[in-house]
């Protein structure tokens, strides 16, 4: 267990619904990078929040928005759901002070779009 | 465009067997490199991470890094039915996120 948590774990939403995503960091860290990770392919870099930040952003439309907290908790959201979207959806958490800075993953949320 | 390659597999090795992993990565400014395992429907777990050239052992895993050949390995040394998993190989060059492989899927047979 990394102390990263995710919710929900699932979720069924329909084109063109919005969703909200939530992360919890691991005790500590105060750096959390999104993934998206599509069936049989590598994580995918959305963006991460620093200091309630975003500190670097992959390529993925504006339509995908994220929020950090003042306790590095974070959130992804997602407007206007398209069918590609559907994906496991990961957050991770780290501590870019660590030297090494090592990224540590949740379970994930399994986002199906239909 | 940074690029991380790696063998999709499926690698086969019998139990007890070295089993070994490859990766090699286009940008030559990469700084830290990780190895996460993957189990089926689970989230990347966190098994290795090496930053400088030569090797690192951690128990039954070694990780090699190159950085003039710009490849970085794993080894897995007396392997067990419950290694069978997706090995993601990652790498990070300047910016905190990191650029993931597709991932070599292991089975290693009883």
């Known amino acids: 267990e990394t102390g990263v948590t995710q919710s929900p774990t699932h979720l069924i939403k329909t084109r063109g619904q919005q969703v909200t995503l939530r992360c919890s960091s691991q005790?500590?860290?105060?750096?959390v990078s999104w993934y998206q990770q599509a069936l049989g392919q590598g994580p995918q870099f959305i963006f991460q929040?620093?200091?309630?930040?975003?500190?670097g952003r992959g390529n993925f439309p504006p339509r995908f928005s994220g929020l950090q907290f003042p306790n590095y908790s974070s959130e992804l959201n997602v407007n206007a759901l398209e069918l590609d979207d559907s994906a496991l959806y990961l957050c991770?958490?780290?501590?870019?002070?660590?030297?090494?800075?090592?990224?540590?993953f949740g379970p994930g949320t399994r986002l199906t779009v239909t | 465009q940074k690029e991380v390659e790696q063998n999709s597999g499926p690698l086969s090795v019998p139990e007890g067997a070295i089993a070994s992993l490859n990766c090699t990565y286009s940008?030559?400014?990469?700084?830290?490199f990780f190895w996460y395992r993957q189990y089926s429907g689970k989230s990347p777990e966190l098994i290795m991470s090496?930053?400088?050239?030569g090797d690192k052992e951690d128990g039954r895993f070694t990780a090699q890094l190159n950085k003039a050949s710009q490849y970085v390995s794993l080894l897995i040394r007396d392997s067990q039915p419950s290694d069978s998993a997706t090995y993601l190989c990652?790498?990070?060059?300047?910016?905190?996120?990191?650029?993931f492989g597709t991932g070599t899927r292991l089975t290693v047979i009883p």
């Open positions: 991770a958490s780290s501590f870019p002070g660590s030297g090494v800075n090592e990224q540590y």
């Open positions: 929040y620093y200091r309630e930040e975003e500190n």
């Open positions: 990652a790498v990070r060059a300047g910016a905190n996120n990191l650029f």
């Open positions: 090496i930053y400088s050239n």
């Open positions: 005790s500590g860290h105060n750096t």
């Open positions: 940008d030559r400014v990469s700084q830290s």
